[in-house]
């Protein structure tokens, strides 16, 4: 069975400092990997997806994640963080010709002045 | 392009009460889902359908059933509401073809905020 490990509840972070949310999971083939971000009182957003080729993936707002094989692991990264990125932030696991999706618990991403 | 859109967006319900969330996209997706959400515990798959036609049970089934009515709407009905099922509920969709491949992107709705009291 799939499973995703998001090991940060919490995380505090300054603005225009970086930002790095790990995710690592479990799975015996090649999985599509994807985060997503969800502002209060909002869906999910999908913010980048790995489905194959380059391990280094970039997506919305400035965000880019590196899918490294041999850590089973899909760490979400932004150079400079903005207040704005306040949100909660979910690492989510499928696979080919399989249609659900296996979400991580989520971090909290706090933005301090 | 709405997407995919829940209607209701909150509702609060008395024990015991049944009612039926509505879920449709327009993304000509094949594959829709219910997940509801609580503090801490992350989203939790409630049913799916893979395709028009079909529903399959996810991690958390109980006190739940689903319809799937077409290709564009699922729809999730409580019974027989309970406190345990207050929650916040969201429809996805995803399962975008394109040339032999399914991608499984999912793109959420709003949510519907549920209270049981």
């Known amino acids: 069975a799939q499973s995703v490990t998001q090991p940060d509840i919490h995380i505090t972070v300054s603005e225009g400092a970086s930002l790095e949310l790990r995710c690592n999971y479990s799975?015996?083939?090649?999985?599509?990997l994807f985060w997503y971000v969800q502002s209060p009182g909002q869906g999910l957003q999908l913010l980048l997806k790995?489905?194959?080729?380059?391990?280094l993936v970039q997506g919305i707002k400035g965000f880019e994640a590196e899918f490294k094989r041999s850590q089973s692991s899909f760490n979400l990264r932004k150079p400079s963080v903005h207040w704005s990125d306040a949100a909660e932030y979910f690492c989510?696991?499928?696979?080919?010709?399989?249609?659900?999706?296996?979400f991580g618990k989520g971090t909290m991403l706090l933005v301090s002045p | 392009n709405a997407g995919v859109t829940q209607t209701p967006k909150f509702q609060v319900l008395k024990t015991g009460q049944s009612m039926t969330l509505q879920c449709a996209q327009d993304?000509?997706?094949?594959?829709m889902y219910w997940y509801r959400q609580d503090p801490g515990m992350g989203l939790r798959l409630i049913y799916y359908?893979?395709?028009?036609?079909?529903?399959d049970k996810g991690e958390v089934p109980n006190g739940y059933n689903v319809s799937r009515l077409n290709k564009r709407e699922f729809s999730l009905r409580l019974e027989s509401a309970a406190p345990s099922q207050t929650s916040v509920y969201f429809c996805?969709?995803?399962?975008?073809?394109?040339?032999?491949?399914?991608?499984?992107?999912?793109?959420f709705g709003q949510g519907t905020r549920l209270t049981v009291v």
């Open positions: 996805a969709s995803s399962g975008l073809r394109d040339r032999g491949i399914v991608y499984t992107e999912a793109f």
């Open positions: 799975y015996g083939a090649t999985p599509y």
């Open positions: 790995y489905f194959s080729g380059d391990t």
């Open positions: 989510a696991v499928g696979a080919r010709g399989y249609s659900t999706l296996t």
């Open positions: 993304m000509n997706h094949n594959s």
């Open positions: 359908s893979a395709s028009e036609g079909t529903t």
